[in-house]
């Protein structure tokens, strides 16, 4: 009888699925043992152990196996490697007749090809040759199994995704991670934006911002800050733009009505020259801020602007001022898509009095002395323009500075008591008290974000032409909840959270840096004698926290108004926050400061993450089971309704602890109908309290049928009884919005 060919015996060694099995596990998987052999083919050690022995004996026997003595386990040979790959091409020839489709990322229809998946594994997540042909393999197996008509990439990289998982390959995972939103949140998102009166521009920047939400916490923040955030300790601000933009901008708009405004790489089309007159001016400073608001998240401050725009209105008259004025704030307000603040000085600073005063032309015209009545004249022109709109003017705000100078001048005076109408009637304008030596340099945005000297010394540098980085919160109601109300833990926590929030804030500030050296920031880094617009390196770094008096509250057992025991313990546990900050301040380009930022969204969804983990009857918060949200912005909730001298006692002493960023709101009472009594209270404020930034508060309601603003609410119009055209202006955090009533 012939001898049977070598090759014969081969194809009958794996003519048994069972062996071909064996083979392709370790072709995928690499050595195994011999019970994780029978654990990955399900066979039972009591009932399968003779018949898997000898399918064993059989692969050794004809060399397509071997044992690997040293770690007692099997792998394959040369031979057997070969013998799987030849195996497979057989499969992928049998499968070229019922080839599937695959709908790609490029919207359009391809064939299969398992190459593609060991390209994108090696490409998009590092993973080895050898490795990623492995999976691979196993991918394509498994999706030849699916009866469909068509695949999708999301789809292929799901099945991707469970076959690392399965591996323990969760690092190679997490880079393969596809981001975007599922079907039903782009259709809640469009809802929620219909509710929020918001137009289709505002749907497409939050959409957009989902998903680079979901790449800040998967590649660029490390794992235990993005759970942080994710779990509820700590939020992180403007995560959609984490990785783009800087927050806020404290211009300097001397630097364009010197230089103008260049043409830039993806910037302006052309070049504008240094403007000629008042009119030109301002359109130049409404281009700036329409180009920044692309380069930036939140609130663009332009501080000092009626004491620098004075040598250009030299030679006007009031009318005419008052007019181009008018003009520029309507078309901030319709243009600008980012908040505006406009700081306005009712007496020329000392430090600027003696600076070189840029006019028409690029020029310089004498001092910024010489220019006081202009720069009067400007303020109350701005004063004056919103006074005559029928509606509150939102957007720009207005920041009114008040200096100890301003109660002896009389112009200073009258523009002050036309600021206080404007508060009184339309609620708009802040007041920053510059009275106190420490705050002879502040700049405020109307955000409350503050910037001052303390940083290198220089007020110049440490104000203008830099801004705000970002801010990250701490949940201090979660810190202590967490510590089982222990004191000790407690402020454990605090250290530790504090440590992610200054790491968080240092991995953007880097990014940004990043994105500044890539050119995708053209606006902000343009230069002039090689020094750039934007100090990015003297950004202000902010640590701002929630729920301060909800934290007390579970301590001690009444809120910080409640006692002054309460009081203590707030103050400890800010004091402990800002010299905890102290200490990451004294490394270079790092200026970080504590804040009491307003964040109306993360007070919500902190304090709804920790009642789902603690529950309602535990966690202490605002607005009950149905609208649950922590205190921000300030210490004690706007409705304590404490006498106002007990409330400005207690916020001054944060103010102080958090000079990144504060704003007090104070009620106006409905029968308050005299500036005279607002500006009353001012001179009590810049006298006797240390309040940094203040603004006078009170809902509004507006018919938009027949123009006409109310005070409190007001269901149907008084005048022409409309319904439907009736608006809400409420104050949420730092600003006023706007609801219809039936959203209410």
């Not at 090809?113 to 594994?121: F, G, M, Y």
Request: hydrophobic fraction near 40%; proline fraction near 5%.
């Amino acid at each position: 009888m012939p001898r049977e060919p070598l090759g014969v015996k081969v194809l009958k060694a794996v003519s048994s699925p069972i062996r071909l099995r064996i083979l392709d596990l370790l072709m995928n998987r690499g050595p195994l043992s011999y019970t994780e052999i029978m654990n990955l083919l399900k066979l039972k050690p009591s009932r399968d152990a003779g018949r898997f022995a000898y399918h064993l004996k059989t692969l050794l026997k004809m060399d397509l196996i071997e044992p690997d003595v040293e770690k007692k386990k099997y792998r394959l040979t040369g031979l057997g490697r070969k013998l799987v790959e030849v195996a497979e091409e057989i499969e992928e020839s049998a499968f070229q007749r019922k080839r599937m489709l695959v709908r790609t990322s490029r919207l359009s229809l391809e064939y299969f090809e398992r190459s593609k998946i060991a390209e994108s594994l090696i490409k998009e997540a590092g993973v080895p040759a050898d490795l990623a042909q492995s999976i691979a393999r196993e991918a394509e197996r498994r999706l030849t199994k699916l009866r469909t008509k068509y695949l999708t990439a999301p789809l292929i990289r799901e099945f991707v995704n469970a076959i690392l998982i399965e591996r323990g390959l969760e690092e190679y995972r997490h880079k393969l991670t596809r981001l975007g939103l599922p079907v039903y949140d782009v259709t809640q998102l469009i809802k929620t934006m219909s509710l929020k009166a918001a137009d289709v521009e505002a749907v497409h920047e939050a959409a957009g911002d989902a998903v680079l939400e979901e790449y800040a916490l998967l590649n660029i923040l490390p794992r235990d800050i993005a759970d942080a955030h994710i779990s509820g300790s700590l939020n992180i601000n403007n995560l959609g733009c984490w990785i783009l933009k800087p927050y806020g901008i404290m211009h300097d708009i001397r630097f364009f009505f010197k230089h103008g405004l260049s043409a830039g790489p993806s910037l302006v089309k052309a070049s504008r020259k240094p403007p000629k007159s008042f009119e030109s001016a301002l359109s130049m400073t409404v281009e700036v801020l329409k180009l920044a608001a692309r380069e930036s998240i939140g609130e663009q401050t332009v501080d000092f602007f009626n004491v620098f725009l004075a040598p250009f209105v030299e030679n006007m008259n009031r009318d005419e001022v008052r007019e181009v004025i008018h003009n520029f704030l309507i078309e901030v307000n319709h243009i600008v898509s980012r908040g505006v603040s406009i700081g306005i000085e009712l007496i020329t600073p000392e430090f600027i009095a003696e600076a070189p005063a840029i006019g028409p032309n690029g020029k310089t015209f004498g001092s910024y002395r010489d220019f006081a009545g202009e720069s009067l004249l400007i303020a109350s022109s701005i004063i004056k323009a919103m006074l005559d709109e029928e509606k509150p003017l939102l957007n720009p705000s207005v920041i009114v500075k008040i200096r100890a100078e301003a109660f002896k001048d009389e112009g200073a005076q009258r523009t002050l008591m036309e600021a206080h109408r404007l508060a009184l009637e339309k609620g708009t304008p802040y007041f920053a008290n510059l009275v106190p030596k420490e705050q002879m340099y502040a700049s405020y945005a109307a955000t409350g974000f503050r910037l001052a000297s303390e940083w290198s010394g220089d007020w110049e540098l440490d104000t203008l032409r830099t801004g705000i980085m970002d801010s990250v919160i701490i949940n201090l109601p979660r810190a202590y909840y967490d510590s089982g109300g222990d004191r000790g833990r407690f402020f454990e926590h605090l250290h530790d959270r504090m440590e992610m929030a200054t790491r968080a804030l240092e991995i953007k500030y880097l990014t940004i840096k990043q994105r500044a050296g890539e050119r995708l920031l053209p606006f902000l880094t343009q230069c002039r004698n090689g020094d750039p617009y934007y100090r990015l390196e003297n950004s202000s770094r902010l640590v701002g926290f929630v729920g301060l008096n909800e934290a007390v509250q579970s301590i001690s057992g009444s809120p910080i108004h409640g006692s002054e025991e309460s009081l203590k313990a707030a103050i400890e546990i800010v004091t402990f926050l800002s010299r905890e900050l102290e200490n990451y301040s004294k490394r270079p380009e790092a200026r970080f400061n504590l804040s009491m930022v307003p964040c109306e969204g993360a007070a919500r969804r902190l304090a709804e993450l920790d009642i789902e983990r603690y529950g309602l009857a535990k966690v202490r918060v605002r607005g009950g089971r149905r609208n649950p949200v922590y205190t921000d912005m300030t210490a004690v909730p706007a409705e304590a309704g404490i006498p106002l001298r007990e409330y400005l006692r207690i916020e001054e002493q944060f103010h102080r602890l958090a000079p990144g960023s504060h704003l007090t709101p104070i009620p106006i009472h409905e029968k308050e109908d005299e500036p005279e009594n607002l500006l009353s209270t001012t001179r009590e404020i810049v006298n006797a309290h240390k309040i940094g930034l203040y603004t006078y508060s009170r809902d509004m309601t507006y018919c938009s049928n027949c123009d006409r603003l109310f005070y409190g609410e007001a269901t149907k119009c008084p005048v022409c009884g409309s319904v439907k055209n009736m608006v809400r202006f409420v104050r949420k955090s730092a600003k006023y919005v706007t609801k219809p009533l039936n959203a209410l």
